[in-house]
Structures are given as structure tokens and as C-alpha cells.
Nanobody
Framework: QVQLVESGGGLVQAGGSLRLSCAAS????????MAWFRQPPGKEREFVVVINWSGGLGYYGDSVKGRFTISRDNAKNTVYLQMNSLKPEDTAVYYC???????????????????WGQGTQVTVSS
């Protein structure tokens, strides 16, 4: 199983930007779909974005389309989440997740992921 560690969270003002990183160890992520989920205070974990093993296909949640961008660097065993135009409602603990790629289209449900990081807090002030 791959181990994941998120970093880059913090406090930003509305309209600002933040870049999260997810460093993997134990296994290479070359054959994995990599996703970001988030959990706002008092709410259920929700899908944010996923990128397939090749980096050529991704899905974005409706609430982040046009604002967030996922990318991966398999050589560095790292996936990134660039977050722009942040809103207070983006405040949440952000989790990195991984699962072996078995289909062209990567999964978008949390239950389909086998590896999870501990999360990094993102707080957007108004």
C-alpha cells in the first residue's frame, strides 16, 4: 500500500491561491489514479478532483471547476492541487487518495480509494 502525506495547507484570504502537495512513499504512483477529497467542518467528505495514471484525464467537482487544477509528477512521486480564487466555502481538511488504475476513467467516490493521507487544513478567510 502506498503511504501519502499532504502538505501546503494554511490560512489564505478569499480570492487568494494555495498549492497543496501529496508526497507518496512505499510504492510509485505511476500506475495509480490520484485524487483529492475534502471534508468541511461538520460535513461529509466530498470529491474534489482526480487525475488518471497518465495525467491526461481528470474530473473536477462542480464546485471547483475553473478554479482548481490537479497535476502529477510521477518522477517525484507527487501529486499537486493548485487552488485559485479561493472562497470561504473551500475551507476544509483536504485529503489525498490513491488507488490502482484499472480503467480508463478514474473513480470519483471515496469508497473506491485504498490509500489516504492524514489531511491538511485549508482555511479561507473572508
Amino acid at each position: 500500500q502506498v503511504q501519502l502525506v499532504e502538505s501546503g495547507g494554511g490560512l489564505v484570504q478569499a480570492g487568494g491561491s494555495l498549492r497543496l502537495s501529496c508526497a507518496a512513499s512505499g510504492r510509485t504512483i505511476s500506475g495509480y489514479s490520484m485524487a483529492w477529497f475534502r471534508q468541511p467542518p461538520g460535513k461529509e467528505r466530498e470529491f474534489v478532483v482526480v487525475i488518471n495514471w497518465s495525467g491526461g484525464l481528470g474530473y473536477y467537482g462542480d464546485s471547483v471547476k475553473g478554479r482548481f487544477t490537479i497535476s502529477r509528477d510521477n518522477a517525484k512521486n507527487t501529486v499537486y492541487l493548485q487552488m485559485n480564487s479561493l472562497k470561504p466555502e473551500d475551507t476544509a481538511v483536504y485529503y489525498c487518495a490513491a488507488t490502482p488504475s484499472v480503467a480508463l476513467f478514474p473513480p470519483r467516490e471515496a469508497r473506491e480509494y485504498e490509500s489516504w493521507g492524514q489531511g491538511t487544513q485549508v482555511t479561507v478567510s473572508s
